[in-house]
């Protein structure tokens, strides 16, 4: 319940780009560990799309998220 409070206050904030993608990845990493893929699987395609069109934050970060979403999809 929090990290999805959290996720709507970000998409609120214009500038909350980083905090939304972050947010987004791990409330998917928690419905990911919970099996719940249908649930996790459009939060993980979001977090990687806010960030690409963010172009603020480190390749890295986009990485992470694309590993997480690509582990789910195996």
């Not at 990493?29 to 977090?47: D, G, N, T």
Request: glycine letters at 4%; one cysteine or more; a neutral charge.
């Amino acid at each position: 319940p929090q990290l999805r409070r959290a996720i709507g206050i970000y998409e609120k904030l214009s500038d909350a780009n980083a905090g939304l993608a972050s947010a987004c990845n791990n409330l998917a990493l928690v419905y990911h560990s919970q099996k719940r893929f249908s649930e996790a699987e459009p939060l993980y395609r979001q977090a990687i799309s806010v960030h690409q069109e963010s172009g603020r934050m480190s390749e890295d970060e986009l990485q992470v998220f694309k590993e997480n979403y690509a582990a789910m999809l195996k």
